[in-house]
């Protein structure tokens, strides 16, 4: 599983920097929806940029978003070419057993998806066009472990709280090239509990 | 490298009607190949409802690690996925040559009826003989 492989840029320092050279190709409002579930599918957070079109009220969606990522696993691991023993579908599957999908695209998004060897996944729905985010979401992990897993108040489990004030300066937060970038940078920077 | 591994066709209501493997490690049993077609044709519709906008016609490329899966849906619904090597070209082109060898030698079949499985020798051969022209065409290169 390549999920510790990457550059050692992106490191554990308390303050990251984001990854150099990342996603020249974002440039603008790209992102539609952020999400992150734990391994039992709780929805830890879930941030919406950009949806003209809800179907399902948010409980609803985000238990439909955690079953659609849940089967694609098994799916993609029996589905997988290159093994011999696949085992049996509908298996529960530990994270990085079988091979595993990081994104599928469709006509109106696309969906870049992460699984940490803990179970910890995280979505990003973004525009159909843009490229890799494995490297962005690698880095999202790094901001997760240092100021949620790492704070002491966290309750491991429950949802990620953050305080109203510095979703205000996100707001205003919104020029520069790789708008998207800094603006989930800045959410997850400055995540505190309440 | 644009290897094609195995190729399915659904109907329009999710059931298995062509499934052919051209190399992978170890062909899939039918019962298997039945429940994976299903299982796809769930998560394409559902893909659809989670959408951000309006006008979403389900998965079209799903990327895992060691393999893509290129989908494409006909107007009437029904779904042709391939199994290729990650980062295989020209996927989106061979779907539409399939679907046209479909409609010529599976629709066109007097014999033929809709939504069962496909037993047409010629469309076999067809479809053989476009797999191996694009893996000739990539190596030529």
């Known amino acids: 599983m390549q999920f510790f492989g990457g550059s050692a840029a992106i490191g554990i320092t308390p303050s990251p920097a984001a990854p150099p ?3 020249t190709s974002l440039s603008g409002n790209n992102a539609n929806m952020l999400y992150i579930f734990n391994r039992n599918g709780v929805c830890l957070l879930y941030r919406e ?7 399902l009220d948010a409980q609803q969606d985000q238990k439909l978003m955690f079953g659609l990522l849940f089967s694609l696993r098994s799916f993609t691991a029996k589905m997988d070419p290159t093994s011999v023993d696949k085992g049996n579908l509908g ?3 530990l994270p990085g057993q ?8 469709t006509n109106t998004y696309k969906l870049s998806f992460m699984e940490s060897p803990s179970g910890i996944k995280l979505i990003l729905v973004t525009h159909p066009k843009t490229g890799d985010l494995r490297d962005s979401l690698r880095y999202m992990y790094n901001l997760y472990v240092e100021y949620v897993v790492k704070n002491p108040i966290y309750v ?5 709280k953050l305080n109203k004030g510095q979703l205000h300066q996100f707001h205003v937060q919104s020029y520069g090239k790789s708008v998207i970038k800094e603006r ?5 920077v400055q995540m505190q509990l309440s | 490298m644009a290897t094609v591994y195995n190729l399915f066709i659904i109907n329009k209501s999710g059931g298995l009607i062509f499934y052919k493997d051209y190399g992978s490690a170890e062909r899939m049993d039918t019962n298997d190949s039945l429940r994976l077609a299903s299982l796809w044709h769930s998560m394409h519709a559902i893909s659809q409802q989670l959408s951000p906008t309006i006008g979403c016609f389900g998965i079209e490329l799903l990327q895992a690690d060691n393999f893509d899966l290129h989908c494409f849906q006909s107007l009437t619904g029904t779904k042709f996925f391939v199994v290729c090597e990650p980062g295989a070209q020209h996927m989106e082109g061979l779907l539409k040559v399939i679907y046209e060898l479909y409609t010529d030698f599976v629709l066109k079949n007097p014999f033929y009826e809709m939504e069962m499985p496909i037993r047409c020798e010629l469309f076999d051969l067809h479809l053989s003989q476009a797999v191996q022209k694009e893996r000739v065409f990539i190596l030529g290169r």
């Open chain 1, 21 to 23: 050279g990342t996603a």
């Open chain 1, 49 to 55: 940029w950009h949806r003209p079109l809800r179907t």
């Open chain 1, 91 to 93: 298996v529960p599957l």
């Open chain 1, 98 to 105: 079988g091979c595993s999908y990081h994104s599928f695209q």
């Open chain 1, 156 to 160: 491991p489990g429950s949802a990620i």
């Open chain 1, 184 to 188: 989930l940078v800045n959410i997850l």
